[in-house]
Antibody, heavy 117, light 111 residues
């Protein structure tokens, strides 16, 4: 069974940074691209970033480009998202997701990031 | 503003059918047969219901079906049941540096 468990969310002040983590299990982690998707309170889903199997290719949503770094550690089946210069508009639940064959097929339960002073 | 356009709401009575549309462009829906639909209940993570336009993952009832014509994809839920009440999001592969785009979501109410 595919399991994705996020951690690292919380309250951060505007301009601050946060690093999210995702522990993956139940599938061959090195066989899949991975994704981060976010959902602001009461709003829709927004794809945030993708990373390929060995971490050599990374793609980001334009609205956050330059403030994000997606990475992975295949030795411990983990995905990460470093977020910098956070603003109130970045307040959202951040989901770790598995990228299947040209789609997002499995999701974690999400971790809430709140940007507020 | 979402890249794909969905109606904000849809509704139907138990047993009826309802169709939700999702309109994109030739750069996403119209350009690829990689359209997916997700169901999200309040406070829960999204769940994949349809992939590659019309395929159902194992365990998804055959009451859920998908189709596509040009730049518009559709999700049809037949024989509506109370548990189908949820938010539904479409998504499409968009290629290039964007990879994936979502619709704004449709709240399905079972009357």
């Amino acid at each position: 069974e595919v399991q994705l468990v996020e951690s690292g969310g919380g309250l951060v002040q505007p301009g601050g940074s946060l690093r999210l983590s995702c522990a993956a299990s139940g599938f061959t982690f090195t066989g899949n691209w991975m994704s981060w998707v976010r959902q602001a309170p009461g709003k829709g889903l927004e794809w945030v970033a993708n990373i390929n199997q060995d971490g050599s290719e990374k793609y980001y949503v334009d609205s956050m480009k330059g403030r994000l770094i997606i990475s992975r550690d295949n030795a411990v089946n983990s995905l990460f998202l470093q977020m910098n210069s956070l603003t109130a508009e970045d307040t959202a639940v951040y989901y770790c997701a598995r990228w299947g064959h040209y789609l997002i097929d499995y999701w974690g339960q999400g971790t809430l990031v709140t940007v507020s002073s | 503003q979402s890249a794909l356009t969905q109606p904000p709401s849809a509704s139907g009575s138990p047993g009826q059918s309802v169709t939700i549309s999702c309109t994109g462009t030739s750069s996403d829906i119209g350009g690829y047969n990689y359209v997916a639909w997700y169901q999200q209940h309040p406070g829960k993570a999204p769940k994949l219901m349809i992939y590659e336009v019309s395929k159902r993952p194992s365990g998804v009832p055959d009451r859920f079906s998908g189709s596509k014509s040009g730049n518009t994809a559709s999700l049809t839920v037949s024989g509506l049941q109370a548990e189908d009440e949820a938010d539904y999001y479409c998504g499409s592969y968009a290629g290039g540096n964007i990879h994936w785009v979502f619709g704004g979501g449709t709240k399905l109410t079972v009357l």
